[in-house]
């Protein structure tokens, strides 16, 4: 697979393909992070063109000092906060919530009931088709901040500097969203395998 | 071990709980990373947890985006052809 420079540095010399093959490669990515800025998929669909147009008109200008994905990842993020101000589309929560709730616990602080381990044959059963819109689900039911902190990291694999670099804030900041989310799928993961029955 | 007995840098499995992402991202200090192992080691609860917050990380990762559609395809290419043109005025 030819990378993310050859492809630019193809496009930069006008190569119809090389643009496409980008496109392809990140559009759904870029997608997925506008949903979580705008409030519809309609309107996410307006920044992400918004974004490869602003790709190809600064694509020039392109230093490389970032990589690729983090630059491009930039260009949406603005261009989704300049679009209008974020939409709440979810009940807020309390940012200071536990990873898991206290009354897991006893009064000194170990856990009340044994944790299951997760079985190596639980992963079949999250891969399984109807895992994987279930944790679409969690992910969309995130906190906002959140949600665009567990999308950067952990689907998109930026590392933690590129995500603050792309949302504009600090590393302690990243860590405690990212905690939260994380521990939030968690939370549900188990939820849904107990649902499951074990 | 009685409560007594303990040290009293000891963490809890509540405390550890919140630790958990810290300890992966590799930012916890050398000794609270210590007194987290210490801990993980000893609890086969906790132990287990980490494990779910590995898997569920992993499982995250596994999330593909959507294909492009042959729609998104042709508006793509126009535009970078519109582009194109712009750039040869």
Redo the contacts between chains.
């Keep these: 697979m030819e990378s993310d420079a050859e492809l630019l540095a193809r496009v930069r010399a006008?190569d119809?393909t090389a643009?496409?093959a980008l496109?392809?490669r990140y559009?759904?990515?870029l997608?997925?992070l506008a949903r979580t800025f705008v409030a519809s998929d309609a309107v996410a669909e307006e920044v992400v063109?918004d974004t490869?147009?602003g790709v190809?008109?600064g694509v020039d200008r392109f230093e490389g000092r970032s990589s690729f994905k983090t630059w491009l990842f930039r260009i949406l993020v603005n261009r989704a906060r300049t679009t209008g101000v974020r939409e709440h589309r979810h009940v807020p929560v309390d940012p200071t919530a536990?990873?898991?709730s206290?009354d897991r616990?006893d009064g000194?602080?170990?856990?009340a009931q044994?944790?299951?381990?997760?079985e190596s044959d639980?992963?079949d059963r999250?891969?399984a088709a109807s895992?994987?819109p279930r944790?679409?689900q969690a992910?969309d039911a995130l906190p906002d901040r959140q949600r665009d902190v567990?999308v950067l990291r952990?689907?998109e694999?930026l590392s933690?500097e590129d995500v603050c670099a792309v949302l504009e804030i600090t590393e302690g900041n990243q860590?405690v969203l990212?905690?939260r989310g994380?521990?939030r799928?968690?939370a549900e993961?188990?939820a849904e395998l107990e649902a499951r029955g074990r | 071990m009685t409560v007594l007995q303990r040290r009293r840098d000891e963490l809890v499995c509540q405390q550890v709980v919140e630790l958990v992402s810290d300890y992966l991202e590799g930012a916890l200090t050398r000794r609270d990373r210590r007194r987290f192992e210490r801990h993980i080691r000893a609890c086969p609860n906790c132990t287990a947890y980490l494990e779910q917050m590995r898997i569920t990380i992993s499982e995250t990762g596994r999330l593909t985006p959507g294909d492009l559609s042959p729609e998104a395809r042709v508006e793509f290419t126009e535009l970078f052809r519109a582009w194109r043109e712009d750039v040869g005025d």
Excluded: I, Y
Aim: net charge positive.
């Design positions: 006008g119809e643009f496409l496109v392809t559009n759904g990515s997608q997925r063109q490869w147009f190809v008109r536990p990873a898991v206290p616990f000194s602080g170990a856990w044994p944790v299951v381990p997760w639980v992963d999250l891969v895992w994987g944790l679409l992910l567990v952990d689907v694999g933690s860590r990212l905690h994380r521990s799928l968690r993961l188990e």
